[in-house]
């Protein structure tokens, strides 16, 4: 089994294919993986079908592969590795999109402490930790807990000039956080990273997944401000990428009810020009 391949098509798979068709590709994969007892493929095919199952929504799905990833992950004896800690921190990013965001945080805990054993300071995975740490707390509405984490994120992120993507995704982050504290010094901080991580992700050609949340990110910052017509382009344009990405689930809801409002209250305003 080429684990390399597998997973660079996978990569390739959206945008092109179904989600059904991408699912049934994984699961195609995991079980030859278990046939042939190739067990290493098994941790990564497996983490690779939770982070399907998050970002698609389907939590039953997700859970049981959480409780089959860590069994694996058992039977190869990897407790205090960084392999351990990285198959911790997608289950803990699985709880987080589920609602079980105490659970989350008591992963990343452990996480964080399997890398202070095993990792100099500031090595780019605390940045990753920190990161998706923060997004348990925005759940539970502790945003200055979140901007906490998120600040020390963007402190290690922003010392690997490579990393582009990641300095782009932190930056969205932390300007949700700082949004929500609602400061006016916060707003103007959030709107330059926001403005900041799109045209990261603008540069990069707008191909990544992460690219829609700051759209909408960018579609909250103008609401706050009652800019209510860009507010809505932004919303549109994040529509367009979460469907492209994961399809009409919860989320697109979600941010589908934002984009109602800004243009009811647009119309309201008399800004609203129908086509």
Not at 113 to 125: G, M, S, V
Request: charged letters at 25%.
């Amino acid at each position: 089994m080429n684990i390399e391949a597998i997973l660079a098509k996978y990569d390739s798979m959206f945008g092109k294919y179904s989600l059904s068709e991408i699912e049934d590709f994984l699961l195609k994969n995991i079980e030859e993986a278990s046939l042939q007892n190739e067990k290493q493929n098994l941790v990564s095919l497996l983490n690779e079908m939770i982070g399907f199952y998050r970002d698609t929504l389907q939590k039953e799905k997700a859970l049981k592969n959480c409780d089959r990833l860590d069994l694996v992950l058992n039977e190869l004896n990897l407790q205090g590795t960084i392999p351990y800690a990285t198959s911790f921190l997608n289950i803990a990013n699985a709880f987080r999109a589920f609602d079980l965001e105490k659970e989350a945080i008591a992963l990343f805990e452990q996480v964080e402490q399997i890398y202070q054993k095993n990792l100099p300071e500031n090595d780019f995975l605390f940045a990753g930790l920190y990161n998706n740490w923060a997004l348990a707390y925005q759940e539970l509405t502790e945003f200055y807990m979140a901007a906490e984490l998120l600040q020390k994120a963007l402190i290690i992120v922003d010392c690997y000039p490579e990393a582009v993507i990641p300095q782009a995704t932190t930056r969205t982050n932390l300007g949700i956080s700082l949004l929500e504290t609602n400061t006016e010094e916060a707003s103007v901080k959030a709107h330059h990273l926001l403005r900041q991580a799109l045209n990261i992700f603008e540069k990069d050609g707008g191909k990544d997944f992460h690219y829609g949340a700051a759209l909408v990110a960018m579609g909250d910052a103008g609401r706050h401000k009652k800019d209510y017509v860009n507010a809505a382009k932004y919303y549109q344009h994040g529509l367009a990428e979460i469907e492209k990405h994961t399809g009409k689930n919860e989320n697109y809801t979600r941010v589908q009810e934002k984009y109602d409002y800004v243009i009811q209250e647009a119309k309201l305003c008399g800004l609203w020009k129908s086509n």
